[in-house]
């Protein structure tokens, strides 16, 4: 892991290599589009890293059974249709006639080798599958997902379960996906969407082109489009203004009005999906990164939990990091998810003596130091926040040695609980409150593919039985009487503390027409450069 205090270099060397690059590129033609934002997808493979980075990037390449539309509605894709097994699963009638890039035929066994695939071990996607006993062929063109219970809102669980082609996959030796490692689907890539891989240069640039043989009615005027990353904020907005970029996400929030004002440019702006959020190592029995606590972890107290989430001033956090672009948050859903919980949106505010006198009867009157994981290349503002959060932590007495980096080392270092307290951003697939209980607090089950992103290990047998439940109950009322048990339940045990929605803030040239989604997708089939 990188130091802070070592950042800077790297971040110098970052900016160089974004010049450089800048510059050495021409101006994009009338129908070229070139945009970018600072996190590169970490790989091609649509089920070896479930992240929006590489979900968002790989829907303009790849499809599922269903996907999303412009206004996040569910409707066909690979799947023309689809209806109730009864109580029993699923079953998709699958779209005729499509082809894959290399033009091989898209059928039912491509459907079940994508299943059987996502939802192994080896895939970061198998929590997706969890309510999942068995998927059956029919025929051809119709494929049975048949569930262990009733489960109504399995086809929006899987609006983002892209499907591979079965033939190239084995060809390739690319048969399970890889999350460390590479396989020959890391770099490349066969789907069936309205836009191909040209080229990948992991961390410079990633070259798509439109896919002529497309089943679906072409909206976009687009004959190349080539993504960027571009860590440095700087960077990105003098590429943007320079007008060697046509798109940038997101906006630095310090630029909003820069850019609003800017003729010839354009800001587009709204709320994400994205809760912001601080995690613990709810399981970890001593602290990993303190120079004196070293032999208990003080984050096993509700006390000091509760003595964190005061000593956070969420509301400053959003007036002054970030400029006002964000709402707070009480849960780990904003309220316009299904499922938002009215019974848990009262929010702890903040209360410095509180937070030390909390600290106190914890036994921890005299504080204690601990190490603050963040990302400095994944959310909007991320490392400024986690600095002005480590400077609030610090004043009520709990001393954060702050450790940032980019987020392609960052996961890893979770993953192997590598930290004291975190930080987290999540955006529910499903569009649905249920999703960050089945990913977020559920106890880790691999076996049930439950719990993959509970990085801190916490555990509650009653959030456990209630979720099988939220995910068969059909009624809506009842449904929402045991979310919102659970939504109190997380929220009186401080399993996160919630900071709060991340704002949308892009930036085009005016002569850029696109559809702005709250999932933060960037999706080519509906953009026009005019």
Request: aromatic share 8%; net charge negative.
């Amino acid at each position: 892991m990188t130091k802070s205090s070592h950042r800077g270099l790297l971040s110098a060397a970052g900016f160089t290599l974004a010049a450089a690059l800048l510059s050495s590129v021409s101006l994009a033609g009338a129908a070229e589009l070139r945009w970018s934002s600072p996190t590169d997808p970490q790989t091609m493979d649509p089920h070896a890293v479930n992240s929006a980075p590489v979900l968002g990037f790989l829907n303009n390449v790849y499809e599922g059974l269903v996907r999303r539309d412009k206004d996040m509605q569910i409707e066909g894709s690979l799947a023309e249709s689809w209806e109730p097994l009864g109580g029993d699963g699923w079953r998709f009638n699958l779209r005729e006639g499509v082809k894959f890039h290399d033009g091989s035929e898209f059928t039912a066994e491509d459907v079940l080798f994508s299943y059987e695939r996502a939802s192994s071990e080896e895939a970061d996607t198998s929590s997706w599958f969890a309510p999942v006993k068995e998927v059956k062929i029919v025929d051809d063109y119709t494929v049975d997902f048949l569930t262990h219970a009733p489960n109504p809102i399995f086809p929006d669980s899987i609006a983002n379960f892209m499907i591979m082609d079965k033939g190239w996959s084995e060809a390739n030796s690319a048969v399970r996906p890889a999350k460390e490692t590479e396989t020959y689907a890391t770099l490349n890539a066969n789907g069936t969407g309205p836009f191909k891989l040209a080229s990948r240069e992991p961390g410079v640039q990633t070259v798509l082109e439109p896919f002529d043989g497309w089943w679906d009615e072409k909206e976009h005027n687009l004959t190349k489009a080539t993504f960027l990353p571009i860590a440095n904020p700087a960077t990105a907005v003098s590429g943007l203004l320079s007008g060697q970029v046509d798109l940038i996400n997101p906006v630095p929030v310090q630029d909003v009005n820069r850019i609003e004002g800017q003729d010839g440019l354009t800001l587009h702006q709204g709320i994400e999906a994205r809760v912001i959020m601080l995690g613990f190592g709810h399981n970890q029995d001593a602290l990993k990164y303190s120079s004196e606590t070293t032999d208990k972890n003080p984050f096993q107290d509700l006390k000091v939990r509760q003595a964190v989430q005061k000593a956070i001033n969420a509301e400053a956090l959003v007036d002054k990091i970030m400029r006002g672009n964000a709402e707070v948050a009480s849960q780990l859903v904003s309220p316009q998810m299904k499922g938002y919980s009215e019974a848990a949106s009262d929010r702890t505010g903040y209360d410095l003596d509180g937070a030390k006198a909390l600290l106190a009867e914890a036994g921890y009157a005299d504080g204690f130091s601990f190490g603050l994981m963040c990302p400095n290349d994944r959310y909007i503002n991320d490392e400024a926040l986690c600095k002005a959060m480590a400077a609030m932590l610090t004043q009520a007495g709990m001393k954060a040695d702050l450790t940032a980096m980019p987020v392609r080392n960052y996961w890893p270092e979770l993953r192997a609980g590598n930290f004291d307290m975190y930080l987290l951003g999540w955006s529910p697939g499903t569009f649905d409150a249920e999703h960050p209980v089945r990913f977020l607090v559920t106890t880790k089950n691999d076996e049930k593919k439950l719990g993959s992103w509970n990085f801190g290990g916490y555990s509650n047998a009653r959030v456990d039985e209630l979720l099988p439940l939220i995910q068969k109950e059909i009624d809506p009322a009842k449904r929402q009487e045991m979310i919102d048990e659970v939504a109190t339940i997380i929220r009186d045990d401080v399993v996160y503390v919630p900071l709060h929605i991340q704002p949308l803030l892009w930036g085009s040239k005016s002569n850029v027409d696109l559809t702005q989604r709250a999932d933060n997708f960037l999706m080519l089939r509906w953009i026009n450069v005019n």
